[in-house]
Structures are given as C-alpha cells and as structure tokens.
C-alpha cells in the first residue's frame, strides 16, 4: 500500500529560542527528519539472493531449535529462556541489573511482606520486569490478530511511567539534546497512527515468510518509535509474538536480546541503514537488515542450545539432590517452583505450595542441606531469603560484567 504523503528524509527547521539552555538550540538551525515508507503486502520481492539465502538457512536451524525446544519440556529452561532475555532486552536500552535482583524484585511483588530500606532500591530491576512480564504474556497474548491495542498492552506493561494509552502525541528524537544534535528524528506524531496502521496490516496479512515479516516489523516499528519510551523492548517482543503466532516456536523464545546486546553498535547501524534515503535503495536497505537479522537468528539458535544444555545440568544436579527423597515430598514441588523464582522466602514458599508454614520451613531446611538453596548475601544477607545459586549462576553468565554467583562449598562427606 502507498500513499501521497512525503517519505524519506525531509528537511525542517528549528526556529531559534532564546530561552533555551543551549547554545545550538538558541541560534536555531535545520535538521532532518524521517518520514518511512510504508509496507508493502509482499515485500520478499525487494530481497537480494544473499538475503533470501540467509533466510532460507536460517529457517531449517530455527526449525530444528523450536523442535528441540517441543520435544524436551524443561521449567527450567523456558523460564531461563524468558528472564535471559528480558533481563538482555533491557541492557540493550542501558537498565542493567543482576539477575539475581530482578528475581528479588519479583519475589517482593509475591510475598508483600518483605520490607526493610534493602528493598527499597530495586527501580532499575522493577522496570526490566516490566519487561519479563511483557515478553511471558505477550507470546500468550500476540498469538491472536494484531490491533493497536496489542501493542499498547505490550508497551504498557514496558513502559507504563510514559504509557498514555495510545501511541505518542509529541515527536521524539534518539540521541542528541534537541531534533539539531539528535542522531534521529522520528515521523511527527500524526503520522504514527497510519504507519503502526499499515505495520499491523502487513503483520496480520502479508504472505511474506514468517522470518521474513519478523524482521521487517522489527525494522519498521523501531523506525516509526510509535512511543515516547520503551520502543526498543517493546519492538523485541513484537518479534516473539510474531514467531509464537506464526507457530514457528511453540515452546520457548529465542534470546535475540543476548545476542543483539553483544554489539549494540552493530545493532543501532544496522536499523540506522535501514532508514534509506532514496526509493531506489529500498531493496538493498531492506536486504540488508533481514540478512542482518538472519545471523541474528543463527547465534540465538546457537546460544539456546547452550542454555538448554546448561539447564539440563542444573535440572540432572537438582534430581540428584533431592533422589533421597520420596517421591511425594514437598521438597519436589518445590523444584519446580524454584524453576520460575529462584529467590525466596518461607512465606512464599508456603503460600506457592498451599501448605503450612511448618512444613515451608522444613522444605527450605532440606533444600538447603540438599545445598540446592542457599541464604542470599550481600544486601539481603539480613533477610530470611534464599536463592538458588546454581540456576542463578546460568543466568549471570548471559549479563555481561556481572560477577557469577559463588556456588556453596562441598560439604565434607559424613
């Protein structure tokens, strides 16, 4: 679809401000704007035959991958899948957190009993779960046809500190201190609703490939920055929705955001060629980034078949450390509960396991001599919380320049 509204890079004018703090912004000056053209229904025809062979060699490893991922059902790793990117998606956008205080922060959330000035300063790792709840629901949620209010729920639970229940009314610009330094300026915001109009025709429509369209809607959305905040892990999760809903993966995400946070340069090139400057550099523009998006695809099949073998490990140690007891113990209810929240406290413990407090404890007390549990340190060495050291362990390894949580020390055999 196309329309007779101005497309590309557009020069506009700032007028000069004499109140304004900086010296740029006082003289006023010119500045560039973006104005991206719409979708086409097929765009697979613009595609080079690099990019399509990417794309064609991607597919049969995403394949095997979500295979891999149906066929071994683990708790452990689709829950590590998830938090791994979350916590990933959000360091992209510079909210770095352990994941160790993500969990916390989610444990507190669950048990409104913890208080005390140590968990009071957890608004970075609040906002990236933000995040994990966004990518966990929206897999569930974008299966369905998409409408805008799809993604506002998405951004919502992103961003819910700019969300103003529509797509933004103001413009907005990445970098720089004003649209004259900014290293881009988005579409104005009347014409945010028809671009996310046709963003979302494409995506319920288009015959293009389900990677394909992936990567497009990515490109597109974060081209348009339909929001005043958050498009970046909003667009993300936008690409799982899209693979979930498109069946491509039934069970699980890819951690593109593992991958992507390893070279964000790389990554903000590569959308900043995507704004191409001519209608008759559309196909390599377009090429380009789904050839990009395809290696992207390739490590994060890459990095899950790590994670799944990590989390086979933790699960088999796990087994073995609770072998001893009988099959109907609460201690292995608790494994699986331990899986979606590392960290803990007896009290939710009791409230996860319908039981009652005595036997909480009791079941903390033997996960602890199983030294699957251990007191969390640091910060929250005070408190009655208990974290998972081994499974945290796995995670800190996907976060860059964070120190790995120490695993207890053997204890000498009896």
Known sequence: MTTD???LWVRE???PDLGAMRSADRRGGAYRRYFPAELDMRMAPLLDADAMEAITDVSAGVARTAERLRDRPQPILYATLVRSESISSSWVEGLRETPRNVM??????????LEGYQFDRLDTAHAILGNLNSVRDGVESLRDPWDDTSVHDIHRAIAPHVHIGGYREVDVQIGGSSKLTASYVAPPADRVPPLMGNLLDYANRSPDSPLIKAALIHAQFETIHPYEDGNGRTGRVLVHGYLARAAVLEQGVLPLSVVLRRDTDEYVRRLTDFRHGDPVDRSEAVSQFVAYFADILADACDETERIMIESAEV????AERVARFRSDSRV???????????VITARYLQQALGTSGVTARKVIDNLLEAQILEPSGGRFRRSEVYQAPRLLRMMDRLVPGIQPTALPTPRPAR
């Open 13 to 15: 004018v700032q007028v």
């Open 315 to 318: 699960q088999h140690d796990w």
């Open 332 to 342: 292995h209810d608790a494994l699986r509960i331990l899986a979606e929240q590392p």
């Open 104 to 113: 916390v922060a989610q444990l507190k959330d669950l048990d409104p009993g």
């Open 5 to 7: 509204e101005p497309t």
